[in-house]
């Protein structure tokens, strides 16, 4: 972690949770951060349903709100889809795009992350691009060759202002949700090579700015580990998220390392 990029840790709560369940997450973390708060910034994305309720218990308090997913499209007819615009309206701060998950069980490609990135940066909201190999991808020793060709999709063709406010998440498949989570420095291997993909792209300065974090299985006992390498700037947490005690831990990871 370098001293010019501030700490990110996002929750994502993916499909787990009821509304009141939502909410009592929400309304938890609101009063266990309050009183101990001055740790790295901090967000918790719910499923659409939720984001409104949850946005409005979260207001006032440091921990934004950020969407899983969104549609490219402009506002219009397409059933069953929530675009940009839409959740621009909510004051949301951050779009987790390209999850593996996403990819994995709807089909997303390269080409359709990279329109979720720019669909985003129309409305303001800051992309969270996830990428990541598979067991089968890192055991054939094509980890690089996927991680380049992930994140050249999605960054091709963006300016050096958006790929400095552009937040990535570096998540190998093998990682989410095993309990296996990735070597320190395996993950640090992994940023560095992508922070190269973005100083090629737009600049040592605009490098230096963009933050990268590492998701897979990351717990209060490892986070220190991982935000202690160079160019891990943060965490994307899914189980440890919803429980908000251990999320709490994980957000004061200073504290206990
Ligand atoms: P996990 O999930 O922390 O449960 O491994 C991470 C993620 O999918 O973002």
Redesign the pocket.
Known sequence: MSTVRRPLIIG?WKMNLGLNQSIGLAKELKNLVASIYAGPETAVCPSFPHLLAVRQILEGSVIGVGAQDLAPQKPGAYTGAVCAEQLSELELRFALLG?S?RRQFFGETDMDVAEKIRAAFRVGLVPVLCFGETLEQREAGSTEEVVVRQVGAAIEGLESQALATLVLAY?PIW???TGHSAEVADAQDVHRLVRGLLQEAAGEESAQTTRILY????NSSNVGGYLAAEDIDGA?????SLDPDEFVKILCYQDHT
């Open positions: 994502n999850h998950e998540e990682a989410i949700g998701g897979g299985s990351v994307l947490v899914g189980g440890a």
